[in-house]
């Protein structure tokens, strides 16, 4: 996957879909627009990408980072696979 930047505007097109998919499949940290600013985001399951966002943010380690799932067994599933 090519290491450019790229604005994906919602609701995705199917080529942004495919683009939005192979970053998560790489365990890049995306970018992308809301109402009032940008937000950051990625695969929440793998610490590498959670430190990468820190980084990103340069956001102190005590200060937790918001993670948006789709519904109540996916948090559980993400809550289960943390380790960090």
Same mark, same amino acid.
């Given at each position: 996957? !090519?290491?450019?930047?790229? $604005?994906?505007?919602?609701? /995705?097109? #199917?080529?942004?879909?495919?683009? =939005?998919?192979?970053?998560?499949?790489?365990?890049?940290?995306?970018?992308?627009?809301? !109402?009032?600013?940008?937000? $950051?985001?990625?695969?929440? /399951?793998? #610490?590498?990408?959670?430190?990468? =966002?820190?980084?990103?943010?340069?956001?102190?380690?005590?200060?937790?980072?918001?993670?948006?799932?789709?519904?109540?067994?996916?948090?559980?599933? /993400?809550?289960?696979?943390?380790?960090?």
């Amino acid at each position: 996957m !090519e290491n450019i930047a790229r $604005l994906v505007k919602f609701p /995705f097109s #199917k080529t942004e879909e495919i683009l =939005v998919k192979t970053a998560l499949l790489h365990n890049k940290v995306l970018a992308f627009p809301t !109402e009032t600013f940008y937000g $950051l985001g990625g695969n929440a /399951f793998l #610490k590498k990408v959670a430190d990468r =966002v820190y980084n990103i943010k340069e956001r102190p380690r005590n200060k937790p980072l918001l993670v948006l799932t789709l519904s109540l067994i996916h948090f559980v599933r /993400f809550r289960r696979s943390l380790t960090y």
